[in-house]
């Protein structure tokens, strides 16, 4: 390849590399540079190590948030996760889907990263490991100089797949910073998809629950979310926890439903009625975890038989197994948060091609961008559509 190819991809993600890869297959020569010591580490450590590469229930105006709702629209239906399927049942990736359309490599989530790069070395492209990238400077005769700890490439056009700020010992925020020092503006970013964390007082009494789990409808900033919840030491994760945490802001109530399959009063009144011998305690336990009744239930409610439960008493149960509210303290930060949520506000960049519309010649994919998905392999989806799409639109020679 020549010193100076057609792009520069800064990031081996899932984005920079679907963009490389798009984009070489129509002949362009382009160089990728990552800065660890193998591309896809995300892909790598997704989804327990095997991956869950895409769903097949995206909708784009559902299942994504961002301050322009209809920014992702273009490129989630020009590259569609059936289009990401076909190529991994090319390459012969064995998959199965787990629950809500939700996409899971068989074996390993390397089989995705092999895939990958087997395309990459197909299409002729140029990949530079421990690349780390400092400083993209726009030359005045057109094309951008990058700079490295170890150097220096230039190029006539640029594409920042960094991700964002989540996972930050395998990310990087050389995209948001990047766009912080050029001028172009953004939504400020937080940490999404994220566990939630108790209040000093809340730890103290709930903290013995860890590793409690059952199954709710978790309620945040008007979305909801069935799945599994899970009690941690420090606080509240699983599924629907990790989805509602996209949703809440600081200061806010997580509204909980611990029976979301019953009309709690009347459950209660039906089993007061046939077994009106029965201890309270019991009737609770037979629907939900030992452990969360005595500590979320019973310990505001005297324990006796049905027949004995006056009904102000059951209405207050019942407001309590249906809407318990929890106030969280915060979250559990980037460190373990999924995605970020905000970035390079996506009114500076081009639906179509992904270019910045203040730096021609420079593109922004992925992550770093205002879009985030839920959880459940919407965000590689946005990934692989955002990368390959820019692709598609990278030129050929001078930007």
């Avoid at 964390?197 to 909801?224: H, I, Y």
């Avoid at 102000?312 to 309590?320: D, G, Q, S």
């Avoid at 960049?349 to 730096?359: A, C, D, G």
Wanted: glycine share 10%; hydrophobic share 40%; charged share 20%.
């Amino acid at each position: 390849m020549a010193d100076t190819p057609d792009v520069l991809v800064v990031g081996g993600g899932a984005s920079g590399l679907l963009c490389a890869i798009s984009a070489a297959y129509r002949g362009l020569s382009v160089r990728v540079l990552e800065m660890g010591p193998k591309v896809g580490l995300k892909i790598l450590v997704s989804g327990g190590g095997r991956c869950n590469f895409t769903n097949r229930r995206v909708d784009p105006r559902e299942h994504f948030l961002s301050e322009n709702a209809h920014f992702c629209i273009s490129a989630l239906k020009r590259f569609t996760p059936e289009d990401f399927i076909e190529m991994v049942e090319a390459a012969g990736i064995a998959y199965h889907e787990k629950t809500l359309g939700q996409l899971f490599c068989d074996h390993s989530a390397k089989d995705i990263v092999a895939m990958l790069l087997a395309h990459c070395d197909a299409g002729g492209v140029d990949i530079r490991l421990r690349e780390k990238v400092t400083a993209i400077h726009p030359l005045t005769e057109g094309g951008y100089r990058i700079e490295t700890a170890g150097g220096s490439f230039s190029a006539p056009q640029v594409v920042l797949a960094t991700g964002g700020l989540s996972l930050p010992k395998i990310a990087s925020d050389l995209a948001l910073r990047e766009a912080e020092r050029h001028g172009l503006g953004r939504v400020a970013p937080r940490a999404g998809l994220v566990p939630l964390t108790w209040r000093r007082e809340d730890k103290a009494r709930f903290e013995s629950l860890a590793g409690v789990s059952v199954d709710a409808l978790v309620s945040a900033g008007g979305a909801s979310f069935r799945e599994h919840l899970l009690f941690t030491h420090r606080g509240l994760s699983g599924p629907a926890v990790l989805q509602a945490s996209s949703y809440w802001r600081e200061g806010e109530a997580v509204e909980i439903n611990l029976l979301p399959d019953q009309d709690a009063l009347g459950w209660l009144k039906d089993g007061q009625q046939r077994f009106p011998r029965q201890q309270l305690s019991t009737l609770l336990k037979s629907a939900l975890p030992a452990r969360l009744v005595e500590v979320l239930v019973m310990a505001d409610f005297a324990d006796a038989q049905l027949a004995n439960v006056s009904d102000e008493t059951l209405e207050r149960l019942a407001e309590r197994l249906r809407a318990w509210r929890a106030y969280p303290n915060g979250t559990e930060g980037y460190r373990t948060a999924e995605v970020t949520l905000g970035g390079v506000a996506t009114e500076e960049v081009s639906s179509k091609t992904f270019e910045t519309k203040k730096f021609p010649g420079l593109y922004l994919v992925g992550e770093a961008l205002d879009v985030t998905g839920w959880l459940g392999g919407y965000n590689f989806q946005w990934a692989w559509a955002s990368g390959w799409c820019c692709g598609q639109h990278l030129r050929f020679g001078s930007a």
